[in-house]
């Protein structure tokens, strides 16, 4: 095995296992009405893949609101509980991912679930997809500062007791492929609600279907070598 071999695949969650970009896309615009007004498409896409306290002072700036500690957490747990009735209606995977989730596993790859969504939402999200498919998860109030920092991307690869530089990042936003090319990783972009810019530890896939083991292992090598 040699030293630039991957070892491990690191999954963002939101738009690139499950096509839950669009609860978010419903409970943040909801979110916007229920503060005060509705929310342009500009203010949506600064919120897409951010974490949380990054989307709500978007949306308080956005409506002009003081972004005071109760009222930050009163819209907080408004737009959690609203995803989570959202969750509860049915997740539903992004074309292939459950697929590529079995392959990483097939091919005795480790695997990390590395989400800016907070834990009370990442659990449900991991029972509905089947804990099976991660041996960790990180999620976006478990870190010190979410995507696009490095943090989520390194905290997951070292639980895992892998290089980042042995690992593929799996992402669908400029803000989660940001994390990931930041912490070192490779970075398989699939975008789904907004293009991604490319980059030079970055591949753009245009989805997951098909994905084969020896793709895994030729995209990372191609930023590798
Ligand atoms: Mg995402």
Redesign the pocket.
Known sequence: MSETDLQAVLW?????LLES?QMWEIAVRELSLHLGGPMSDETREKT??ATSPHALAVVFDSLGLDKTPEALRDARNWMYARVGELFAEGLEWRPGAREALQLVRDRGLRSALV??TERELGDVALDTMGRKYFDVSVCGDEIPAGKPDPAPYLRAAELLGVDPARCLAV???P??AASAEAAGCTVLVVP?FVEVPRGPRRILRDSLVGLSGNDLHSLHALVTV
């Open positions: 963002d969650m939101d738009g690139t970009e897409i893949g989400t800016n992402e669908d936003s803000t989660g789904s």
